[in-house]
């Protein structure tokens, strides 16, 4: 009897760890509201990306011919796992209308050198800090599964704005075969979930970003460079009069990720006291 009752307990306590490990996501929400952000934090299918461009794997060093002199830089958050989100909910009928937005501090890390490979290294770090907004729109599905029916109708690029900041993106162009040649002025209009960019394996991608003559552009993503697909930082060409250019080649496994649009201040890098002064404009996107 005794051997018997260890027996069940043993088989109740196993029972109860594996039906935890084994719980599928979007599930065990209290409310509409609690399962809309528990989506947008889970991020199940890659739409709701916004901080990959935050970390020092993003390294990249660049030459500038004027000062004779090579600069490295990363943005370094306090903590990745602790950026501070608010998510805001408002529920009419059968749709979800939501504002994600939030806060980054931490430090823009600059190393300056005059050689490469580099002799001597001078470390500067800066002060940074960001302010992140974008938008969603929610369909409830009485049948659905998972969060308790509700699914990503639309969504919005993210819009992510330096403090203090004088730069600003005007506008970005992308050109490719499978998509339509298309102009984006606003980072926050929306696409339909259906609708966001959409690029084949491999595919290459031809892209402009206005904006001023006085910053430097780049492009975080997936991709490929120097026969490697992995996250790259691409640094836009100068063409004259705010216009910068740049080819992107798609990674090949399907999904949905994103591309960070990211000007800097000049001065950011060329001028060690110049405060951290940032612009990045980030788009959801789908390798078929």
């Known amino acids: 009897m005794y051997r018997n009752l260890i027996f069940v307990t043993l088989l109740l306590l196993l029972l109860v760890f594996w039906g935890c490990e084994t719980t599928p996501t979007g599930t065990g929400f209290s409310s509409d509201e609690e399962a809309i952000g528990g ?31 090579y600069t490295s830089w990363w943005r370094q958050p306090t903590s990745v796992d602790e950026i501070e989100i608010t998510i805001n909910v408002d529920i009419l009928n059968d749709s979800a209308y939501v504002i994600v937005s939030g806060e980054v501090s931490g430090i823009f890390h600059l190393y300056v050198y005059d050689t490469i490979p580099p002799d ?50 005007d506008s970005v162009r992308v050109e490719c075969e499978s998509y339509p040649d298309t102009v984006i002025t606003n980072p926050l209009i929306f696409f339909l979930r259906e609708n966001i ?22 492009l975080h993503s997936r991709g490929y460079r120097f026969g490697h697909c992995r996250w790259w930082r691409w640094e836009f060409d100068e063409s004259g009069n705010g216009i910068w250019t740049g080819t992107w080649l798609t990674p090949e496994m399907p999904g949905v990720r994103m591309a960070a649009f990211d000007i800097l201040h000049k001065n950011t890098l060329d001028d060690h006291e110049y405060q951290y002064d940032s612009h990045v404009w980030i788009f959801p996107y789908r390798i078929r």
């Open 120 to 169: 001597t290294i001078i470390h500067y770090m800066k002060n940074m800090k960001d302010y992140i907004i974008r938008y969603a729109i929610f369909k409830h599905y009485p049948d659905s599964i998972g969060y308790r029916g509700w699914r990503l109708d639309k969504i919005s690029g993210v819009d992510i704005t330096s403090y203090p900041n004088t730069v600003d993106i």
């Open 197 to 218: 960019f959409s690029f084949a394996p491999h595919e290459e991608v031809s892209l402009t970003l206005y904006s001023y003559d006085d910053v430097y552009a780049f």
């Open 39 to 69: 989506m947008i934090l889970e991020n199940p299918d890659g739409y709701f990306s916004y901080r990959d461009h935050y970390g020092e794997h993003d390294i990249k060093t660049k030459e500038d011919s004027k000062a004779e002199r």
